[in-house]
């Protein structure tokens, strides 16, 4: 390719990882836009993949390092997009880079700066389920493998409008000079031939469901805190504890549909949350077989290939139990074990059940900076804030020359959403090879 034809992808998640490296290998020189200080988004947060229950970050691993390497992407961590205009014939797009006040080129990693950082802060990748310190990695295995610092909670950055200047423990135990307090925010114009969105979900808050008390009782938790519970690489260490007592659960509770399919939240289905459910019943029997799991679900929806399949073996050989019926409410007893009281559809009886942790899949739903995005770009999004796309053109924006992949479309698990970024990098090299205009 030209040196000029070049594509942007915003959004680090698995599709736009997965756009980006196929582009690469094309010959586009890419730039790779993420707001985190590290690649990798909802995907490295997951323990295992259904429905082969493989290593979620095993599978990851190998295509962040390649995304890294390769010599025909760059990636821009700490970065969003800020305004994008059509030029004759590419996109004029500005992109604000946070200071990392850690220098990229320099930060080898060895973990000095942490130990020696006297503030705590919770941590966001973990959930909030453990506190990290001021400078940090995002995650054990993120790519860049480079610390950055939090100027919000830092005690020198934070203290400098006050005059005072204290701590910077970081900068004095480095061993390569890496920190750098002067770094300041940026913003870079690129000139793009296209543009593909890959900016993915985030997860429906279930405190505005308050039958389930998700804010106020400690042992009813959502998908993706469980986890990070579960995963070897979270906060305890892969052992599957509740929050109130530190005990290992012997009976769980898996709630669908929480802010889905809602007429006062939101009216879809958020596709995967039956087989991820699935999936995290699986495991805890995996830990421990005398875990009993219970999977409240008003319909099982698990079209993708060998999700039916999947479900059978979760019922034959891990003892998972499906309730078809409607969880009303959840109170608590004296011990802070949840009781679930609901409607069993298949008796038409009202019934209750004592578990000791529950688990709700709460829905998919738009990135919080979709609006302001989309604006930015000049695209249109559809009446759930999901990126609208061309009818019968799935890959396709409202505007020409911009295409999109993944969840930020419409709810989606991390095979289709491989598969529509390799498709769009497909349209979008098209498109940026014959340089058309707007």
Do not use: W
């Amino acid at each position: 390719m030209e040196k000029e034809s070049s594509i942007m992808v915003i959004g680090g998640g698995i599709a736009g990882i997965q756009a980006s490296l196929d582009l690469a290998n094309l010959g586009f020189h890419v730039d790779l836009i993420e707001k985190e200080p590290c690649i990798g988004g909802r995907m490295a947060q997951l323990d295992k993949t259904f429905p082969t229950n493989d290593c979620s970050i095993c599978i990851l691993s190998p295509k962040l390092s390649d995304c890294y390497r390769h010599p025909n992407i760059k990636l821009h961590t700490l970065s969003e997009v800020q305004s994008v205009s059509k030029k004759e014939k590419c996109y004029s797009v500005e992109v604000k880079k946070k200071a990392r006040f850690v220098k990229e080129d320099a930060c080898i990693n060895c973990g000095l700066c942490i130990e020696k950082c006297p503030t705590k802060v919770n941590d966001k990748f973990d959930m909030y389920l453990r506190k990290r310190k001021a400078i940090y990695l995002y995650y054990l295995q993120g790519v860049p493998a480079v610390m950055a610092i939090d100027k919000e909670h830092c005690l020198y950055l934070s203290n400098l409008d006050k005059g005072k200047d204290i701590c910077r423990q970081c900068e004095n135990v480095c061993p390569k000079e890496a920190i750098d307090f002067s770094q300041e925010d940026q913003i870079s114009t690129f000139n793009p031939n296209a543009i593909i969105l890959a900016t993915g979900f985030r997860q429906f808050n279930p405190s505005n469901i308050p039958q389930y008390k998700y804010a106020e009782f400690r042992n009813v938790i959502t998908g993706l805190e469980y986890e990070r519970l579960i995963c070897a690489s979270g906060p305890t260490n892969g052992h599957l504890e509740r929050l109130s007592d530190k005990k290992p659960p012997k009976k769980i509770a898996f709630i669908q549909c929480v802010g889905s399919r809602d007429i006062k939240n939101q009216k879809y289905c958020s596709s995967v949350c039956c087989t991820y459910s699935t999936k995290e019943a699986i495991l805890a029997n995996e830990h421990d077989s005398e875990i009993q799991s219970f999977i409240f679900y008003i319909d099982i929806r698990a079209a993708g290939k060998g999700f039916q399949k999947y479900i059978e073996r979760a019922k034959q050989e891990y003892q998972v139990n499906y309730v078809k019926g409607i969880v009303s409410e959840i109170k608590i007893d004296e011990n802070e074990n949840p009781i679930l009281y609901y409607e069993n559809i298949a008796s038409s009886e009202l019934c209750t059940m004592t578990v000791d942790l529950v688990v709700l899949a709460s829905a998919m739903i738009p990135s919080d900076n979709i609006e302001y995005l989309a604006e930015s770009m000049g695209i249109e999004l559809d009446e759930f804030n999901f990126i609208k796309t061309v009818p019968s053109e799935p890959i396709k924006t409202t505007r020409k020359g911009i295409f999109v992949c993944g969840a930020c479309k419409e709810p989606m698990d991390i095979p289709s959403s491989v598969t529509e970024a390799s498709a769009a990098a497909a349209q979008a090299a098209q498109y940026a090879s014959q340089n058309k205009g707007d």
